[in-house]
């Protein structure tokens, strides 16, 4: 073949930063193209998209609120991926989290105790971490692929989930419509900027990010993670446990996904229904290879990837695009970057195909 893929011998830590903003930008020219293909004008509606969303305090608070999820889940997930532990469950952890923090929120919440919501915050915590040990558990001992164990245990989550709010928690009040009672307001969290729903966890995100920061690049545990996940051999002659590094970043992603449960039915939702995520616990996986598996690009890709998810609801109600829009830029946002990654590690070579033939014979 003429032309062929050929290994960098070290490619440019440059472009390895650059890669996300071209993949923004090819993003952005792509969606212009969509919205002129849909008879719009391009710029005018790309600056609907990007900016009405970011119109006033309220939206600010949307975008906070949209974005911590995703953030608080990043980081926890690119702590095991820099080790090469691949939690996909993250979107399963989240819902424990939730279902951990709901029992609480519904057997004492209408107490209006002050232990209530630090308890479910405990709880939620340590649902995600028990759901994260699973795969952990299985990788470690059975040597089995913590990729499928976790993603099979998403399913598993939302149906356990839909049984519980269709069934046991189902509000009698609530019209037989699938959704628990409005949590009391001691099982809520304080609102932070007040006319919008911005409450406490945009400071969780905040500190999830400081400690991801110092845990990976200021840590003794982070060069043991970032040792393992070059190598399991090396790390093994240098004395670091590949089985612990699956531990810690399990239980980082599960900690972290499950602190996003208790934070969206405390929070915008105020209770609890058969899906308490909008896919945070996927777009999250995005989040983190956007932002290079470092918590401060974490945190802005982070809001990128809210104000995408809100610039779809805005063009969806002022420019008439369905509400796939958000969907089918997210995709091409990961599209570009796999592709502007690959160029970062291989140049594309020509050879003629007498040449190419000699050189795969030789």
């Known amino acids: 073949m003429p032309l062929h893929f050929e290994a960098r011998t070290k490619p440019s830590a440059k472009m390895v930063w650059l890669a996300p903003a071209t993949a923004l930008a090819l993003t952005a020219a792509a969606a212009m193209i969509v919205f002129a293909s849909a008879g719009l004008d391009p710029v005018q509606a790309l600056a609907t998209f990007v900016l009405s969303p970011l119109s006033d305090w309220y939206g600010v608070g949307e975008l906070l609120i949209k974005a911590t999820p995703m953030i608080l889940i990043g980081v926890g997930l690119s702590i095991g991926f820099r080790a090469g532990v691949w939690n996909i469950g993250a979107e399963g952890q989240l819902t424990i989290g939730a279902i951990f923090a709901g029992y609480l929120a519904l057997r004492f919440g209408p ?57 046991a928690w189902r509000d009698p009040a609530g019209f037989n419509f699938p959704q628990s009672e409005p949590l009391a307001p001691a099982a809520l969290l304080p609102v932070i900027i007040e006319g919008t729903r911005a409450n406490i966890s945009v400071v969780f995100a905040l500190v999830a990010v400081a400690l991801g920061w ?12 970032r040792v393992t996940g070059l190598s399991s051999g090396v790390a093994r002659y240098a004395g670091f446990s590949p089985h612990r590094a699956v ?25 609890i229904f058969p899906t308490v995520s909008s896919g945070y616990g996927y777009a ?22 809210a104000l995408i998810y809100l610039g779809g609801d805005s063009a969806q109600m002022s420019l008439g695009l369905p509400s796939a829009i958000s969907g089918l ?23 003629p195909r007498g040449r190419s033939a000699l050189g795969a014979a030789a």
């Open 214 to 225: 110092i845990l990976v690049g200021r840590s003794f545990v982070g060069f043991q993670l």
């Open 111 to 167: 107490g209006d105790g002050i232990w209530v919501l630090p308890s479910m915050i405990v709880a939620a915590v340590a649902g995600g971490m028990l759901w994260a040990a699973i795969p952990a558990l299985l990788r470690t001992m059975f040597n089995a692929s913590e990729i499928l164990v976790s993603l099979m245990l998403n399913y598993v989550a939302q149906l356990w989930l839909s049984w519980l709010v269709f069934g």
């Open 329 to 351: 830029l997210q995709s091409l946002l990961l599209f570009f970057l796999l592709a502007a990654d690959v160029l970062v590690q291989y140049r594309i070579r020509y050879a």
């Open 284 to 305: 999250a996986i995005i989040v983190a290879f956007l932002g290079r598996l470092h918590p401060v690009g974490v945190l802005l890709s982070g809001l990128l990837m």
């Open 247 to 271: 531990w810690i970043g399990m239980f980082a992603g599960g900690a972290a996904a499950g602190l996003a449960g208790v934070g969206e039915i405390a929070g915008p939702l105020g209770q």
